[in-house]
T-cell receptor, first 115, second 112 residues
Framework: NAGVTQTPKFRILKIGQSMTLQCAQDMNHNYMYWYRQDPGMGLKLIYYSVGAGITDKGEVPNGYNVSRSTTEDFPLRLELAAPSQTSVYFC??????????????FGQGTRLTVV | GQQLNQSPQSMFIQEGEDVSMNCTSSSIFNTWLWYKQEPGEGPVLLIALYKAGELTSNGRLTAQFGITRKDSFLNISASIPSDVGIYFCAGQLREGTYKYIFGTGTRLKVLA
C-alpha cells in the first residue's frame, strides 16, 4: 500500500502564480484533510472532506480551494500565491468508520516557497 | 480559537532516560491523539485516546487522557536515539466534527 501520496515534494512559486497540490490515497478512506505547518508550529486545518463531492472549511481556508470528485483524490488549489502561503502542506486521510474514524494517516508533505 | 499548550517545547536527554511531555487546554476534548514527526516526513500516529482516564501503551510509549478531559500526557521510557523527532498532541473538540487542533510540538533530542 502506498498510503497517502503527495506531489510535488517541493515547489517554488512567484507571487501571484497559481498551482495545485495533489493528494491521493489508496486506502479507500472516506475522510481527507489538508493541513499547513509553519516553522516551529503545529498543524492547522485548511480544508477537509467527508466524502466525494463534500468539502468544508477548516481553520485557515482563505486563499485556497479544494475539490473532491473521487474518493481517492483531494487536490488543493492556490489561486494567487502570496508569501504568507510559504509553508509545508500535509494531506491526510482517515477511515470515517468506527472508533478510529478520525485517526489520520499523513502524506510526506509538500514544501512550498512563495517568492 | 482554541489552543493546545504543549510542553516542554524542546528536550535534550541522555539515552536511557525517561521522557514526559503534556498538553493542556481550557477546552474539553473527546479524543486525544499523539503523533511523532521525523525530519522531512509527515506525522505518524503513535497513540489514540478516547475516554477520560484512559491509559494506553504502545511499546515504550504510554499516554493518558486526563480525567478533566482538558489534558493528556505522553511518556517514553528508556529513550533510544531513534526517538528523536517532534511529538505533537492533537485534540478533537466535539465528536464527529472531524477537526483536530494540534499542539505546537515537543522537539526531542536524545544524546547517545
Amino acid at each position: 500500500n502506498a498510503g497517502v501520496t503527495q506531489t510535488p515534494k517541493f515547489r517554488i512559486l512567484k507571487i501571484g502564480q497559481s498551482m495545485t497540490l495533489q493528494c491521493a490515497q489508496d486506502m479507500n478512506h472516506n475522510y481527507m484533510y489538508w493541513y499547513r505547518q509553519d516553522p516551529g508550529m503545529g498543524l492547522k486545518l485548511i480544508y477537509y472532506s467527508v466524502g466525494a463531492g463534500i468539502t468544508d472549511k477548516g481553520e485557515v481556508p482563505n486563499g485556497y480551494n479544494v475539490s473532491r470528485s473521487t474518493t481517492e483524490d483531494f487536490p488543493l488549489r492556490l489561486e494567487l500565491a502570496a508569501p504568507s502561503q510559504t509553508s509545508v502542506y500535509f494531506c491526510a486521510s482517515s477511515t470515517g468508520i468506527g472508533r478510529s474514524d478520525t485517526e489520520a494517516f499523513f502524506g510526506q508533505g509538500t514544501r512550498l516557497t512563495v517568492v | 480559537g482554541q489552543q493546545l499548550n504543549q510542553s516542554p517545547q524542546s528536550m535534550f536527554i541522555q539515552e536511557g532516560e525517561d521522557v514526559s511531555m503534556n498538553c493542556t487546554s481550557s477546552s474539553i476534548f473527546n479524543t486525544w491523539l499523539w503523533y511523532k514527526q521525523e525530519p522531512g516526513e509527515g506525522p505518524v500516529l503513535l497513540i489514540a485516546l478516547y475516554k477520560a482516564g484512559e491509559l494506553t501503551s504502545n511499546g515504550r510509549l504510554t499516554a493518558q487522557f486526563g480525567i478533566t478531559r482538558k489534558d493528556s500526557f505522553l511518556n517514553i521510557s528508556a529513550s533510544i536515539p531513534s526517538d528523536v523527532g517532534i511529538y505533537f498532541c492533537a485534540g478533537q473538540l466535539r465528536e464527529g466534527t472531524y477537526k483536530y487542533i494540534f499542539g505546537t510540538g515537543t522537539r526531542l533530542k536524545v544524546l547517545a
